[in-house]
Structure formats: C-alpha cells, structure tokens
C-alpha cells in the first residue's frame, strides 16, 4: 500500500494574524523610546515575539501523511510520527466548542500547542484551518487534532491502514 498524504491549507485568521505579528515585530526597532521602562517594555515584547517565531516554525504543520505503518505530521523543521500500532481511533473532528489555548497558538502560523474544551478535555492541536479536522487518540489516551485538506478521506485512508495493520 502507497503512503497517502494531504496538505495543510491555511484558513484567512492564520494568514492576517501571522502577517500582523510579524508587521509588529518588524516595526518595533524603529518605535522611539522615551525612558527606559518603554525600552524595556519593547524588548521584552521582541523577545516574547521572538520566541513565538521559534515556537511557531517548530509546531506549524505543512502536512499529514499515512503510511502502512505510521501516520507522519510533517511540520515545518521537523516530524511528528505516531505508529499506528499506537493509535486507538482516527475520526473527522468538527470542532463545535471553541478551542481555549493555555499554552500555544490561536492562529500565528497556524493553530498548535495544548488546548483544552469541554467536549474533548485536554489535547493537542496541529493545524492551520479549524475548517477540516480530524480527531487521533492513542492508547495511551493522548489526543490530537489534526488539519488537513479533506478530513473524511483522510480518516478513512489512516483507518484503512490501521484494519490492515491489527489484521497483521
């Protein structure tokens, strides 16, 4: 079986909001300060913008991938893979409560990070649109939300490998 992969396509939100923070970022040099507690409030915004870059350019995902024995979430410097021997259940996710993001991104360079709701507790979110989604959780309980291009078929390509993989 081939491996099967979707892109992530970006939603409006995440394109304005990324673009907006790095406008920011790119005008705070130029900001004139008056004392040093502006000095200081500027740079510990830079540093704080700076380090969402980093964060944002390690979790912001550029695809989802299937093969006959793992699912790959590919990101933009790294890969996130998860052996489908370790995964209970893959579905489309619809997201119907709002996301709240103790720690991660709400639309810079995507959704990521660890969010919590009252449907699905706590998880961790992968994604660039909150349009096309799907649900993966482990064994071990972990979840995770996932963007991709088509959630349905996608789904259904991870669940075929997975019966595939458990009637091996």
């Not at 944002?56 to 893979?81: D, H, M, Q, R």
């Not at 993966?136 to 595939?164: D, F, T």
């Amino acid at each position: 079986m081939f491996k099967y992969r979707q892109p992530c396509n970006w939603d409006n939100k995440s394109i304005l909001m990324t673009i907006l923070i790095f406008i920011v970022w790119g005008t705070l040099p130029f900001i004139q300060q008056h004392d040093s507690f502006q000095n200081y409030t500027l740079n510990l915004v830079g540093i704080l913008i700076f380090i969402l870059v980093i964060c944002g350019i390690y979790y912001c995902p550029k695809y989802i991938e299937a093969t006959n024995s793992l699912l790959i979430i590919g990101k933009l410097i790294s890969k996130k893979v998860l052996p489908l021997a370790d995964i209970a259940s893959v579905t489309p996710y619809q997201h119907t409560m709002n996301f709240g993001a103790p720690l991660g991104s709400s639309g810079f360079m995507g959704y990521w990070g660890h969010y919590r709701n009252q449907e699905l507790g706590k998880f961790f979110v992968y994604g660039t649109s909150l349009d096309q989604l799907i649900l993966v959780i482990l064994k071990s309980g972990k979840q995770y939300v996932i963007s991709c291009k088509n959630a349905e078929e996608m789904s259904h390509q991870i669940n075929l490998r997975l019966s595939k993989s458990t009637a091996s």
